[in-house]
């Protein structure tokens, strides 16, 4: 099998290339792409990726495949492979640091923004706060996010504004807290994100439901987001 | 928050909605003028000038005309914008973009005004 990696070492290197590597698939066996990953570093100690939990859950390895963003951990091989070729690249639009790894600070300091996490101006009661089954049922899809990064990423609203657009997963986000009825900073939340650019700039270009390896919409987060606003501001 | 100056209402939520609502009357007044023109050229015959001016006089048309001019600016500087500020950026342009981003939304700000003069003009000094 043909497989074109990125390669680029920022000490070393002028210019990022793509370099072609083989590789013998073993027959009649699918490997994952991070397996595939595991077998040119064999090859080549050199390339650099992240990983972590190798099962779709740690959210380290997400890359480009073939033009798509992905889990490798998750991802067959066969899924992403056309005519015994792959290409793997890293996350489109952020710095990358080395190889395959991207640097993340824009994509958490978006996330940051939107604190994620419960803010309630009540007193503490004596255990817990309460959720009916109902009002917990409001949460799924929402708190399954692992911030691989994939969909932000394959944004193009996001590529083009990191600095002032949320993107989807910081959005996803920020739903899951506006949809938890534990959460009492609704309208505080609202107005942080009423500008031009923190929710707005979405296009519903969907890209970011197309690539999410938890099978999450974004857009329709954003699309309640919006919602909110409109009912909050009229 | 971002805060933008050069955004139309320097709230998201209030360009989104100028957006939305200009362009449902933008679609009407297409409707009203292809409706016009369908009736009174239904045949063939053409619409002569006196047939127009009656249409386009009229103090409701007037109002009309006057909302979808005025509609075609709102939507069009907040479309503009966007564009702008997503593609006049120093990746493509290095240090100069937020000149020539500037350059390029006071040409779209003079044709809109100028779109705007030039039609409540045409539109209001129709004979009644």
Known sequence: MQVSVYRYDPDVDEAPEMRDMSLELPEGKDLMVLDLLERLKEQDPSLSYRRSCREGVCGSDGINMNGLNGLACITPVSQVAKRGKLALRPLPGLPVVRDLVVDMSQFFDQFEKVRPYLINDQPPPAQERLQSPEERAELDGLYECILCGCCSTACPSFWWNPDKFVGPAGLLQAYRFLADSRDTAGAERL?????????????????????????????????????LLVRQGT | MVTQVTALA??????????????????????????????????????????????????????????AVLSTAAHGWIGLWTVATDYIRPHYFGARATVIRMAFQVGCGLLLFIYVWWGMRLFWMLPG
Do not use: W
């Open chain 2, 10 to 67: 320097r709230s998201g939520l209030a360009d989104f909605l100028i957006q939305r609502l200009s362009a449902v009357v933008l679609a009407l007044y297409t409707l009203c003028l292809l409706s016009f023109f369908l009736v009174n050229d239904g045949v063939g015959e053409g619409i002569d000038h006196r047939q127009l001016v009656e249409f386009f006089g009229s103090a409701s048309m007037r109002a009309f005309s006057a909302l």
């Open chain 1, 191 to 227: 107005r942080d994100l009423e500008d031009p650019f923190s929710v707005f700039r979405c296009r519903g270009i969907m890209n970011c439901v197309n690539v999410c390896p938890k099978g999450l919409n974004p857009t329709q987060a954003i699309g309640k987001i919006r919602g």
